[in-house]
């Protein structure tokens, strides 16, 4: 088992791909901490982890408020000693729509959940993995705006993408602030069709937007949500050494990375950095 009795905090545990890859960790034998707003998910998720024989602990938590983020973080050491990976999955689709249309509450709302809620679970947790020397910090992006796709199907996203571009960018300038620890923060581009992903195709739809080859390719491979899982595991596995502050798609050849990896680390591959014209 690649994960052990390592101990992991999944955010948006409850559904989708935060639910593939908390069973993921509970085959490879993790501990789970399982957080989200919703608690009957959650319980689900963490039912299903117990099949697995794992242990699960069901925190209901939005990632938003601080006292939340910090009353998970301090149950779950209660309960399993200390923190060995964090999983920042929860995510908010945000406004759709042109941005003239669109309300700044909701864009506000959409960098709370998805940046804040990161920084926020990444100050809590820092101290218990600084304190053992070793932890894994995954941060869950998006793959879209790497596969190819037109940018203008996704012209009524602005919100979502610039918040998850954000949070690829804090996954980088982390890495630096770590350098030296034995700590690796990495984001990971997943793909699946999640309810979250059904919900903006159907708003894009009653804006007249055309994404249905993207919408059916994504249907037509029910095996990408658990390939997504198995790169979470091996961005939390020993496999993924000191690879760090770097972005990983699920289409990536991830198994053949870790003879690669300091040749990785001395390079700009797998970054955000754009390659400019000759």
Not at 2 to 18: K, Q, Y
Not at 228 to 244: E, I, K, R, T
Request: aromatic residues 6%; glycine residues 8%; contains cysteine.
């Amino acid at each position: 088992m690649h994960l052990e009795n390592r101990v992991a905090i999944i955010t948006g545990a409850g559904r989708g791909i935060g639910r593939a890859i908390a069973l993921a960790y509970a085959q490879e034998g993790a501990k789970l901490t399982l957080a989200a707003r919703t608690r009957s998910e959650l319980d689900e998720t963490a039912r299903q982890a117990q099949a697995l024989g794992a242990e699960a602990l069901v925190i209901p938590t939005d990632v938003s408020v601080q006292a939340q983020v910090d009353e998970m973080v301090r149950h779950t050491v209660d309960r399993y000693a200390t923190i060995d990976i964090l999983v920042n999955n929860a995510y908010f689709i945000g406004p759709i729509g042109p941005l003239q249309e669109t309300d700044v509450s909701a864009w506000m709302r959409t960098f709370q959940v998805n940046i804040v809620g990161p920084v926020l679970c990444c100050q809590a947790v820092l101290p218990v993995i600084r304190h053992q020397d070793r932890g894994k910090i995954i941060n869950v992006t998006s793959a879209t705006l790497a596969r190819g796709q037109p940018p203008h199907r996704f012209r009524y996203l602005a919100a979502y993408f610039a918040s998850k571009v954000a949070l690829t960018q804090l996954t980088e300038s982390l890495s630096y602030q770590l350098g030296g620890e034995n700590i690796q923060v990495n984001a990971m581009h997943p793909l699946g069709n999640t309810g979250g992903l059904e919900e903006a195709w159907n708003r894009l739809h009653a804006l007249g937007e055309w994404t249905e080859s993207f919408q059916e390719g994504t249907r037509s491979r029910p095996d990408l949500i658990q390939r997504s899982a198995a790169l979470a595991v091996f961005l939390a596995s020993d496999a993924s050494g000191s690879l760090s502050g770097r972005v990983i798609k699920v289409t990536d050849d991830f198994a053949s990375l870790p003879p690669r990896i300091p040749e990785i680390m001395a390079s700009e591959v797998y970054t955000l950095r754009r390659v400019e014209w000759e």
